[in-house]
């Protein structure tokens, strides 16, 4: 059999083709009986699925519709009426009428109620009134149930003589509490009623729904077949009378049409009806037929189709062969082109350690020659040659060894050739022996790597270590404590670096970082650590500061360094520093605590005016855990709406009137009281609430000055930090427009602060605001950097004299002069000038004989609330503005 099958291999493949077709065949003419079966079950059981839903749907509808029937049953029983004459008297009434109708409200004349009385005379109905002579004497239902004989409720198909047609009269028997007949209510529906919801329902195709008594009377169907309503259908043989007696699916021929059939059943549950579902067994086994014939013409194309590859493959072997054979020298060819042109260089050995591949990328990295690395020479042979060209340094034996030691398991290793370049081997066994290893040149990554490394922990811009090396630099240190160890941690910050790089650029400001941290390295010597915490911050680590003297000294030739002029691209700079010290372990044995005592003596030393240092004290932990509470409770209080504007009055010096007032920010704080505003506003201003505020401030005063007389002006005070916002002549324009108050009666307070940081940018913006109508002041004019050329450049209304002017303005040497000179310098560029803190009489007369405008002070009034201030102004007050 083996020799047969070797040498005839064609005559078994084509007596394997013939069982296949004939398997075919067979599997088919199964199949399509199993399909019969199957297209027939499903059939009866959507059959069987319908008859169920429907009766279950005619239940519920049916109990409603007969709901109202039993509400009459029920009252007829209540009422316990004491013989039928009495019941066809009081039920004949028009009261039982109207009650009939309220009940049937949506009844048409074919399912009105209809009330008889023991003789079967019609004595009410829900739908006419009076009702018509009509007995139903002669009803079967009516005798039935007179004689008890019928069950609670019947159902009959009746001729309906008025519309024409079948009616389906549904009656109940009346009787009192002693079970005295004394009549039937009765409704009635037409098949019609039945058919709507059939139509929507229905299977389509040949199959039919019906509706039908248990005795067998066909109640409705559809599709509707003429005359066939109101026959009884409970006949034949015992398969079709089953019909009606149980919940059933059966096989038949249907009574209707002499067609065989599938028939399911479904009684309701309450009635004495039920459902019938039916199909021809042509329509259930339609989709079969269409079924077979696709499955007998695939059976055909399959046994088609065998044949002709049976036919096809005796064709195809040789032409096989061939294409496997010019397949396999092109993927050689493709193998052999893809090996030579990987990037690593690749060996293959064998079980006896000699090459079997080896590619050009390898003969490159090393500069061999394919004379002597070959297919079939030894491993060692290889090594031996690459000595002696200089691409291995080393022991060759020894490494050779450590090689065959080692390829039994997957490793990688990097080795270091000539020219400084670093090359990566991975061996990996191969199954039957021997060993492949690719030979990577991995030196340009491995200084990607090391780059990475260095800028994981290095600053770019100043190549100082950034803050993942300044922890682990500090916690070292911090370890060094335990053992008796002292450092100084030194927090700095460059004073007024964001000037610089604002005005300067950004290339300025890098330059500037670069040689501060050259400096920095240069103060801390070998054993100190300088890194830069990012922006203008950075942090010196000092090992073996015992004390602050050392720290001072350490610090003293910081700030030196730093103050020393700086050439930066062509600009001559010099600049200055805020330091701050905490001293290990006195000030903090852990990191953070540590950093953070630094941080807080830096910042001590900014609030102390910068250009100094601070070392760390106790109490400063306490000052900054009490500005965040005040900052807190600021946030809180602007939610809740706790502040207050005091007005305090400006009087005309000339007349002694009244001429306006300065509107005043008061916070009431609910535990400490009235908190002055040089306490809150800096913190307003460095944590951007000022902008909040001074909104609010602004609305609130000029909705309080749009009550006062029109001649009375309102002075605002405007932040340095509110003033730096573009949108802030958008904001005093919108607040105007919103409270009515005329721009000319609106004055705005700024200080020289605002004029330092950007003179052009702030010209733009009080441009805009005298553009809008509103007055300008200079408020404490003379205290600070003060410069004849803002008064030039910039379009005041008005200059306030500070209060330190005034204070000793009534002495022999006090500052009349310099207030003279102000009132002149005002009057020449028709500015006004208001003297503030006036107390005294004497300085009042002083002011006025210099030539002063106004003034505003205790000596008239404090800053009083709104109620007081318009008390002050008498009578005028209560004119409003015009």
Known sequence: MSQVLRHRPITWLLVSGVLLIAAIAIVAAIMIGTFRENALRNSERELSNTALLLSHHYDRELQDFLAVQSDVVRMVRQENFSSPDTFSGQMSTLATHELLRAKAVDATDITSIKIFNDSGVLINASDTWPVPDLSIAGRHYFTAHKTNAAPRITVEVVPDALAGGWSIVMAQRLTNADGVFLGVVTRALTPSYFDRFLASVSLGGESAISLHHRDGVLLTRHPHMDGKIGRNFRKGLALQKGVFD????????????????LVSSHALSALPLVVVTATTVDQALAEWRKQTKLLSAAAGISAVIVAVILLLITRQLGKHYQATQRQLQLDAQRLHTAINNMSQGLLLFDAERRLVICNQSYMRMYGLSSDVVKPGCNFRDIIVYRHQTGSFVGDVDRYCSEVLDAVTIRNTSVAHSSHDRSIQITSVPVPGGGWVATHEDITERMRYDERIAYLAHYDSLTDLPNRTLFRERLEKELQSTKDGAQFALLYIDIDEFKSINDTLGHPIGDELLKQIALRLRGCVGENGFVARLGGDEFAVIKPGVEDEIVAERLVNKIHAAIRAPLQCLDHHLSTDASIGIALAPRDGDEFDQLVKNADLAMYSAKADGRRTFRFFEPEMGAIATARRQLEFDLRGAIADGGFEIHYQPLVDLRSGEIAGCEALLRWRHPTRGMISPAEFIPIAEDTGLINQIGGWTLAAACAEAARWPSHITLAVNISPVQFREPSLALTVATVLASTGLPASRLELEVTEAVLIDDDDAALGTLEQLRTLGVRISLDDFGTGYSSLSYLQRFPFDKIKIDRSFVDNIDTAEGSQVIVQ?????????????????????????????????????????PAVPAAAFRDLLGPQAETQAA
């Not at 059933?248 to 059939?261: A, E, F, I, K």
């Not at 803190?837 to 002070?857: H, N, W, Y």
Request: aromatic content about 4%; hydrophobic content about 35%.
């Open 246 to 261: 149980t919940n059933t699916t059966v096989r038949l021929t249907s009574p209707m049409d002499g067609r065989d059939r």
């Open 821 to 861: 000179a102000v009132v002149n310098i005002a009057a020449s560029r028709h500015m006004t000038t208001t003297a503030e803190g006036v107390e005294t009489a004497a300085q009042r007369e002083i002011l006025k004989t210099l030539g002063c405008t106004q003034m505003q002070g205790f000596l008239f009034s």
